[in-house]
């Protein structure tokens, strides 16, 4: 049955739900894409007799420069507003997704790969706002006509002739090849509530570590889960948009936690049997104006 790529709504919740045929034409005039670019290529052909790594220096040298790592808040954050005003570095982002756009991901390794598609969609991301910045959040760029539908639908990349949607190399791709749900601490969304942006790119040689990193990091802070009494709890909604992830249950979700939360939220969850609320900031992972 064909769907569209999830249109996150004001609310905050973004879902994939069949949609009738005169929706569809409907939603097609308005400029909202319900295809998937992806669907035609094999992408999870790979060759793991391939030893070659890529270069992703001109990504961190990037990130040296602008990410944020030691915020109060907790949250890695991106200044934008730098580097929209640095036009030599702008060049270097602009290089260095041509180099990712120039390869053909299929002709490497698996863990290559992986550490390709995640680097390829921060980057993108990055780029995404810089080229609208200043706005408030991610959800103000679209090109539909749907406000507040963001940029996950439109194509903002090419890889070996493909045209891709940011959800086409999340759903279509990491999700469906890999199926480990740390996917969703690594690829960054460019806003408060989500997973910090990692400070070094994704390799080969560094996967498991960062998306473990990832994982702990987001479970034990406030926004990725929160439990306020012993019957009740508030955890990002990344859990609710993806439960199908996380066990496919509240109960595969609160193990999940289990399994990566520390100090006093370990010792919570330990005899928790309450329910959870969903909550998350959509507000710009920028610096506040200085």
């Not at 019957?231 to 439960?243: D, H, K, L, R």
């Amino acid at each position: 049955m064909t769907r569209c790529t999830r249109a996150r709504g004001v609310s905050g919740f973004h879902m994939v739900r069949p949609l009738p045929w005169g929706l569809l034409g409907l939603l097609a005039l308005a400029g909202v894409s319900c295809g998937t670019p992806a669907a035609d290529a094999s992408w999870s052909d790979h060759d793991p007799t391939n030893t070659e790594r890529l270069d992703h220096g001109e990504w961190q040298a990037l990130l040296d420069a602008y990410l944020i790592t030691d915020d109060a808040s907790g949250v890695h954050l991106f200044d934008y507003a730098k580097l929209k005003a640095n036009a030599a570095d702008g060049g270097r982002l602009a290089s260095y997704i041509d180099y990712l756009e120039g390869l053909d991901p299929r002709r490497y390794s698996r863990d290559v790969q992986m550490a390709y598609w995640i680097n390829l969609y921060n980057a993108v991301t990055v780029r995404v706002v810089l080229g609208e910045y200043p706005v408030a959040s991610i959800k103000e760029i679209h090109e539909g006509l749907i406000p507040g539908a963001g940029p996950w639908g439109d194509v903002h990349a090419m890889v070996a002739g493909h045209p891709l949607t940011l959800d086409n190399i999340e759903h279509d791709i990491l999700r469906p090849i890999w199926r480990d749900n740390r996917i969703h601490y690594a690829v960054n969304c460019a806003s408060m509530g989500c997973p910090n942006l990692a400070p070094e790119p994704y390799t080969a040689a560094n996967l498991e570590r960062l998306l473990e990193q990832g994982a702990r990091d987001y479970v034990n802070h406030v926004r990725g889960a929160e439990l306020l009494d012993e019957a009740f709890g508030v955890v990002s909604s990344i859990y609710y948009w993806y439960q199908e992830d996380f066990g496919n249950s509240e109960a595969g979700v609160l193990e999940h936690l289990r399994n990566y939360a520390e100090g006093d939220l370990a010792e919570q969850l330990r005899d928790f049997d309450g329910s959870l609320d969903h909550e998350y900031d959509w507000s710009l992972n920028a610096p506040a104006a200085r």
